[in-house]
Nanobody, 119 residues
Framework: QVQLVESGGGVVQPGGSLRLSCAAS????????MAWYRQAPGKQRELVAL???????NYVDSVKGRFTISRDNAKKMVYLQMNSLKPEDTANYYC?????????????WGQGTQVTVSS
């Protein structure tokens, strides 16, 4: 089984920064795409940023230029550096990973970490 564990959420003032981390553990042959999603109360979960195993990253328009996704394959971790945070960034942030187990692939989600941007 695979676990994704997020950390780094919290309360920050507008204009501040946070760095989210997500660690994958368990029976993993390789990790394909990794991503961060978020879900605000009353809204659908949306893709914030995605980083494939190779190739370019993708961001939702609302975070471009402010957020940066990165990964450390050796540590099986993905990060989300969030700068110039706005109140509308307030949400529960979820880590996502597409993982190969050799003869099959499966997607996994973390439990979520809350980010609150408020003065």
């Amino acid at each position: 089984q695979v676990q994704l564990v997020e950390s780094g959420g919290g309360v920050v003032q507008p204009g501040g920064s946070l760095r989210l981390s997500c660690a994958a553990s368990g029976s993993i042959v390789s990790i394909n795409a990794m991503a961060w999603y978020r879900q605000a109360p009353g809204k659908q979960r949306e893709l914030v940023a995605l980083i494939p195993s190779g190739g370019s990253t993708n961001y939702v328009d609302s975070v471009k230029g402010r957020f940066t996704i990165s990964r450390d394959n050796a540590k099986k971790m993905v990060y989300l550096q969030m700068n110039s945070l706005k109140p509308e960034d307030t949400a529960n942030y979820y880590c996502y990973a597409d993982i190969s187990h050799g003869y099959y692939r499966q997607t996994y989600w973390g439990q979520g970490t809350q980010v609150t941007v408020s003065s």
